[in-house]
């Protein structure tokens, strides 16, 4: 039987949803650069495609063991 869930333990989950969202934005803004003016420049290490649809592949994964 499955284990009731909280609302807190929704809101964990949520967190770390948007946390990895975040990423995968930050992973893609650095896949295809940034301006001078944009609040990402600083960022030191950009990323290959590969990398970058890993972590997408992560951030799906999440969100399907989530929603079930």
């Given at each position: ?19 990895l969202l975040w990423d995968c934005y930050v992973n893609l803004h650095d896949l295809y650069g940034a ?34």
């Amino acid at each position: 039987m499955k284990k009731e869930r909280t609302i807190g333990s929704y809101k964990f989950e949520i967190r770390k949803l948007k946390n990895l969202l975040w990423d995968c934005y930050v992973n893609l803004h650095d896949l295809y650069g940034a301006d001078e003016n944009d609040f990402l420049v600083g960022h030191e290490e950009r990323l290959t495609f590969s990398e970058a649809k890993r972590n997408s592949e992560r951030l799906k994964k999440e969100i399907k063991r989530v929603i079930e």
